[in-house]
């Protein structure tokens, strides 16, 4: 007479896998709305105040005739010019 010993079968785990295929669903569909669909297009008009940019931008400027204007001439330097420090040390190798 032979004995048989089955090893128990362990239960499926139903929430990990529903929980796996939830995830992999997620992935896909945010890799294909990410990468593969294509946008729609929007169309704006232009405001008013916007046009008025483009007139601007078509202004012509000499500043020849700023710097030779009588008002850019009256101006005066308070200050005394900036000092630009050089960089680093000059020594990189000598410590602190």
Do not use: C, H
Not at 12 to 17: L, M
Not at 59 to 85: A, C, H, I, M, W
């Amino acid at each position: 007479m032979a004995i048989t010993i089955e090893q128990e079968k362990k239960p499926v785990n139903w929430v990990a896998i529903l929980t796996a295929v939830v995830i992999v669903v997620v992935l896909f569909i945010g890799t294909y709305f990410l990468f593969f669909k294509k946008p729609e297009l929007i169309e704006i008009v232009t405001p008013g105040t916007l046009q008025d940019v483009s007139k601007i931008s078509k202004l012509s400027f000499d500043p020849e005739s700023v710097l030779n204007s009588p008002t850019f001439k009256l101006l005066r330097q308070y200050g005394t010019g900036v000092t630009v420090p050089t960089p680093g040390r000059s020594n990189p190798f000598k410590p602190f």
